[in-house]
């Protein structure tokens, strides 16, 4: 079983290898979203969109880090129970 701080850094190499790979993203408010809710949400986005769901003080150190320029300005909407839907097709 991996430890805390290797899962802390394949999230940060899984968040960074989004961020590079895709074109658009969509932050998501996910209050009241229950798991069976977000396993459906997940199936219908499959081969079109990826869902990532963490910790918002590690996506904000990846924004800061390496992606100030493109995405800084999400960093104050990091807040509460959220999400990161990355795609290259519409929103």
């Not at 069976?36 to 081969?47: F, S, T």
């Not at 924004?63 to 509460?80: A, D, H, S, V, W």
């Amino acid at each position: 079983m991996a430890s805390r701080k290797e899962k802390k850094v394949e999230y940060v190499k899984r968040l960074t290898a989004l961020l590079e790979s895709y074109d658009k993203l969509m932050l998501v408010g996910a209050d009241f979203v229950g798991s069976n809710h977000m396993q459906q949400i997940r199936q219908k986005i499959r081969g079109k969109a990826e869902l990532l769901m963490g910790k918002n003080t590690m996506v904000r150190r990846v924004i800061r880090t390496n992606f100030l320029e493109k995405f800084g300005e999400l960093l104050p909407r990091l807040e509460g129970n959220v999400g990161l839907v990355f795609t290259n097709g519409s929103l």
